[in-house]
């Protein structure tokens, strides 16, 4: 058992349900070395992390924060879905491939969640956000 997402003819099977929960957490992570490694966040960078933090076992991350204000919408999608139903919009599939291309210097490159120099579910978002298919939650 497990998640596996589909768009299509692509099927990428996400891991078991604890696994979903480290991939949020890998996704979340790349934010917060986002913010404390950039020069857009100088005045209130210290408080946003602490949010973060307090936010962070619960994934309530983009509804505690206003991180869209800081042009970091994209990952809500996935960190904010159900396990196991429903399905990504291809208009969220841009916004997350986005996101993902903004950060890529921020991921954790030694993860196994990081491969061929990319976050392993990239493939399916962008051809979701390209080819106007939906990714679903199977």
Known sequence: MGLELVCD?????????????????????AIK?????????????????????????DYTIYENLNLYEYQLKGFECFINHSDCDGYISSSDACY?????????????KNDLYFIDNK?????IFYYSSQTGEDIFFC
């Open 119 to 123: 976050f392993y579910l990239y493939d």
């Open 33 to 57: 070395k986002y913010i404390t490694n950039s020069n857009i966040f100088f005045h209130d960078k210290d408080e946003l992390l602490e949010k973060i933090n307090q936010s962070y076992e």
């Open 96 to 108: 997350f491939v986005k996101l993902c291309n903004k950060l890529n210097d921020y991921f954790d």
């Open 9 to 29: 003819h692509i099927n990428i099977r996400v891991g078991s349900y604890g696994n979903v929960k480290l991939v949020k957490s890998f996704l979340i992570d």
